[in-house]
């Protein structure tokens, strides 16, 4: 099994509409990345988290780390086609600055 | 400007030889990997390298080879070894202890 789990898996969404991705683990993270990834091309750092409930936003992506670090969400807020591509986490996980790992992704579709 | 290149960005193979892709940075950054990604399977670690002339091996290892003789470059060879080499191959970097990597654009290998 993945040590890190996201969900779901694949979205399609209307453009406007908002939209939630998951990353889960059982395990505490030490640090949570997310990326952004368009098919066939490398990955852009988005967001880096550390401390249990903290937020960041860029734009209208908005990402959170729950207080156990166990689990982090990416909220995008009236969705773009520009929005699409492959959204994926990673992390710091025990022990620390050995075993970086990344979930699978989620694949996001914005239709116009 | 900055940044981390990979060539070529396709790669066609015939079974039983030896390939090598390359990886360039100008980012002074002092660490450097290579990650695999399949589809379904997110990115898994083939191997990384800290400082120049070494490099450790990740958790896919087996059949592929790395040299690390400059800060800047960091090439990997997909050996006969390998015995499912056609993936989609991402090289990134990042400052010492840091997480936030910069990745190349990918390169995509097909055995034929």
């Known amino acids: 099994s993945q040590e890190l789990e996201q969900s779901p898996q694949s979205l399609i969404v209307q453009e406007g509409k908002n939209l939630t991705i998951n990353c889960t683990s059982s395990?505490?993270?030490?640090?949570l990345y997310w990326y952004k990834q368009k098919y066939g091309e490398g990955l852009i750092f988005l967001m880096m988290l550390q401390k249990g409930g903290e937020e960041k936003s860029h734009e209208k992506i908005t990402a959170k780390l729950d207080e156990k670090k166990q689990q982090s969400s990416l909220h995008i807020t009236a969705s773009q086609p520009s929005h699409a591509g492959i959204y994926l986490c990673?992390?710091?996980?025990?022990?620390?600055?050995?075993?970086?790992?990344f979930g699978p992704g989620t694949r996001l579709s914005v239709l116009p | 400007d900055g940044g981390i290149t990979q060539s070529p960005k396709y790669l066609f193979r015939k079974e039983g030889q030896n390939v090598t892709l390359s990886c360039e940075q100008n980012?002074?950054?002092?660490?450097m990997y290579w990650y695999r990604q399949d589809p379904g399977q997110g990115l898994r670690l083939i191997y990384y390298?800290?400082?120049?002339?070494?490099?450790q091996k990740g958790d896919i290892a087996e059949g592929y080879s790395v040299s690390r003789e400059k800060k800047e470059s960091f090439p990997l060879t997909v050996t006969s070894a390998q015995k499912n080499p056609t993936a989609f191959y991402l090289c990134a970097s990042s400052l010492q202890g840091t997480r936030g990597y910069t990745f190349g654009s990918g390169t995509r290998l097909t055995v034929v």
């Open positions: 980012l002074n950054h002092d660490a």
């Open positions: 390298s800290q400082i120049v002339n070494d490099f």
């Open positions: 395990k505490t993270l030490y640090g």
């Open positions: 990673g992390a710091d996980m025990f022990p620390y600055g050995q075993n970086f790992v």
